[in-house]
């Protein structure tokens, strides 16, 4: 089965830095489109950062270019999301999703999701 689970989320101040993981199972991890997604309180569901290496494209949310980073790592089928300079609006529970094989990139439809990771960031 698919199984997607989150780690690295915790408590940080403004301009620190974590690292998400999202390690993955059960699927053929490189053909597969993957990314972060977070939902702060009272709000919906955005798309921060997605990755389809089989088809050489990425997605970076404005609001965190220049700040956060994904990747992935095709030995051990982890994906990452290195986040730097955090900020305050930055405090969501971040989720990892999946899907494919797939031309798509980065989508609330996305079939697989993890159970989040939550990331709180003090001013």
């Known amino acids: 089965e698919v199984q997607l689970v989150e780690s690295g989320g915790g408590l940080v101040q403004a301009g620190g830095s974590l690292r998400l993981a999202c390690t993955a199972s059960g699927f053929a991890f490189g053909t597969y489109a993957m990314g972060w997604f977070r939902q702060a309180p009272g709000k919906e569901r955005e798309a921060v950062s997605c990755?389809?290496?089989?088809?050489?494209?990425?997605y970076v949310a404005d609001s965190v270019k220049g700040r956060f980073t994904v990747s992935r790592d095709y030995v051990k089928n982890v994906m990452y999301l290195q986040m730097n300079n955090l900020k305050p609006e930055d405090t969501a529970v971040y989720y990892c999703?999946?899907?494919?094989?797939?031309?798509?990139?980065?989508?609330?439809?996305?079939?697989?999701w993890g159970k989040g990771t939550p990331v709180t960031v003090s001013s």
């Open positions: 999703a999946a899907d494919g094989p797939t031309t798509g990139l980065c989508y609330n439809g996305m079939e697989y």
């Open positions: 990755l389809n290496s089989a088809y050489n494209s990425e």
